[in-house]
């Protein structure tokens, strides 16, 4: 199983960017997807966070400008990020929950980080 993030670069200060990772391999179903970011000397947070349902979880620092969802049948999840700040600047990761089979226990897996740089 991978998760192949894509979407990082360079933006001004309120600008927009959208990120997207896409997970492939042998799955039977993911249960929820998410993604994180980090900067140095910092722990990993979660930004957002989507299950397999549609149900939709927000750090507080991006609620309204920020907005996860996913498509189910591509197995890929999205990150819509506007009116970017400067501190929103860090290498964001992706997440998913995936069982790789019917009775196979829930597996955790995270993508290689993609790097967000918002100037002033």
């Known amino acids: 199983v991978q998760l192949q993030a894509f979407g990082g670069g360079l933006v001004q200060a309120g600008g927009s960017l959208r990120l997207s990772c896409a997970v492939s391999?042998?799955?039977?179903?993911?249960?929820?997807m998410g993604w994180y970011r980090q900067t140095p000397g910092k722990q990993r947070e979660l930004v957002a966070a989507?299950?397999?349902?549609?149900?939709?979880n927000y750090a507080n620092s991006v609620k309204g400008r920020f907005t996860i969802s996913r498509d189910n049948a591509k197995n890929t999840v999205y990150l819509q990020m506007n009116s970017l700040k400067p501190e929103d600047t860090a290498v964001y990761y992706c997440?998913?929950?995936?069982?790789?089979?019917?009775?196979?226990?829930?597996?955790?897996?995270w993508g290689q980080g993609t790097l967000v740089t918002v100037s002033r």
């Open positions: 391999g042998s799955i039977f179903s993911i249960l929820a």
């Open positions: 989507i299950t397999s349902g549609g149900i939709t």
């Open positions: 997440d998913a929950t995936i069982r790789r089979g019917p009775v196979s226990s829930f597996e955790h897996y």
